[in-house]
């Protein structure tokens, strides 16, 4: 009765062990280490080994723990040197672990071998194996209990380690995210331009993750000041790098400097776009991204915009004299769709009191409580009234985004970037006549 009695006591202290490692270790290595030693004093063993397994199913070589080191390296050799592709062709735990068994009992020769499986939240992780060559060894129920123990504390320090390296890729993709926000809020102008004739308004509202909306004004001759930059012409643009991230915001800062150096060019909203597809081609290819590109030019003392368009969403200009707005399109592909690219190029005449919306597609495509989107119908009705309500650029954005809000809903967040820009002609201001 006392001999149980002390191995009682320690077998207790055995698996107690165990689990303040599993408390303690912030190394995994360090805990699989003590598996095969707790695992064969357990159960009165000569030896143990522990087979681990990938999350997605392949042999973990780097954990593969035995003991004594001396009578299973040939084993671990063995295993290790197995290919992948075989074990992940086999279907199902019983014959992941039959296939397992077999190698094991195959190089170890004439033993005792056990064995049990380690598993997390039900997915089959690996083999825990005791053997002993001793004449008359007997397999108890206790000892298969004690040996499922120590592999269910296996179980949950793979599932530990596994949560932990989850929990370090979200930290690295939020500190990503952090510079990759700090990337695009220094794309964006600080402020609107003071163009004459006009009033600007412009904001992002950013998602959770990080996109690559982009919106500029430019002056075509910054070498001006005052009133007569003002008179001048300005580059008006808005685009977007398809995909997210910081990789996204990394590729716009590029393209930024590449379309404010051409637009010193002095050349035509077409040319422009062609030429900055030339300039970006081998960047965007080895990137394997694209980018839509609505790119104008206004000249205030014409009313004059040109327009060009790299597959951008279309930016709508509404007539105060017809009360109706339209659509300002051009045919062009994508930036970095195609070595040789050709835009066409078309222009309008804006009168006092019209309003342009640039926007990008995280206005249309957000969705609402049913799944549907905000998309272009929605937007143009906003617009139309936003338009008509009399107010000026900095009214009609705010009730955009109002607009917007409530659909999308105030406790749900936009699923990516919406961005809008808002250009108003001033409305003419009429004198009464005098008396003769």
């Excluded at 699989?32 to 143990?48: D, K, M």
């Excluded at 640039?358 to 119908?377: K, Q």
Aim: charged residues 25%; contains cysteine.
């Amino acid at each position: 009765m006392d001999s149980l009695s002390r191995e009682q006591r320690r077998n207790q202290e055995l698996l107690a062990s165990l689990a303040f490692a599993l408390r303690s270790f912030t190394n995994l290595g360090r805990f699989l280490e003590l598996v095969p030693l707790v695992a064969s004093r357990l159960v009165e063993a000569e030896g143990a080994l522990l087979v681990p397994l990938h999350d997605d199913g392949r042999l973990w070589r780097d954990q593969l723990q035995a003991l004594p080191q001396e009578r299973c390296s040939e084993v671990l050799r063995q295993l290790a040197a197995a290919p992948d592709s075989e074990l992940l062709a086999l279907k199902g735990e019983a014959a992941v672990a039959a296939w397992l068994d077999q190698r094991v009992a195959r190089v170890l020769g004439e033993v005792h071998l056990y064995a049990t499986s380690v598993v997390t939240r039900n997915q089959f992780r690996g083999r825990l194996y005791v053997f002993s060559g001793r004449d008359g060894y007997c397999w108890s129920e206790i000892h298969r209990r004690h040996l499922q123990v120590a592999a269910d504390l296996t179980g949950l320090a793979l599932e530990n380690d596994g949560l932990h390296q989850t929990l370090r890729r979200h930290e690295r993709l939020d500190r990503q995210l952090s510079i990759g926000a700090e990337i695009q809020a220094q794309l964006l102008p600080d402020r609107c331009p003071v163009i004459d004739g006009v009033e600007l308004a412009a904001r992002c509202r950013p998602a959770y993750e990080v996109g690559g909306d982009y919106y500029d004004f430019i002056p075509t001759q910054p070498n001006l000041q005052g009133r007569p930059l003002e008179q001048a012409r300005w580059a008006l643009v808005m685009g977007d790098v398809m995909g997210k991230g910081v990789p996204a915001g990394l590729l716009m800062t590029l393209l930024r400097g590449m379309l404010r150096a051409e637009v010193l060019s002095g050349h035509g909203p077409d040319r422009v776009l062609a030429d900055l597809n030339q300039l970006a081609q081998q960047d965007l290819a080895q990137s394997h991204r694209f980018v839509t590109l609505f790119y104008s030019d206004y000249d205030p003392q014409a009313r004059r915009l040109r327009y060009a368009n790299a597959a951008h969403n279309p930016p709508l200009l509404w007539r105060r004299r017809l009360n109706q707005a339209e659509l300002l399109d051009a045919p062009g592909p994508l930036i970095g769709l195609q070595t040789e690219a050709h835009y066409g190029v078309c222009e309008t005449v804006l009168e006092a009191g019209d309003v342009v919306l640039y926007y990008t597609d995280g206005v249309t495509e957000a969705s609402g409580f049913s799944g549907d989107r905000f998309d272009l119908e929605r937007l143009q009705r906003s617009f139309h009234g936003a338009c008509r309500s009399g107010v000026g650029a900095r009214g009609i954005l705010d009730q955009l985004f109002a607009r917007l809000d409530r659909f999308v809903g105030a406790d749900r967040q936009l699923e990516d970037d919406a961005s809008m820009v808002v250009l108003k002609l001033r409305e003419e201001v009429t004198l009464p006549s005098l008396p003769s």
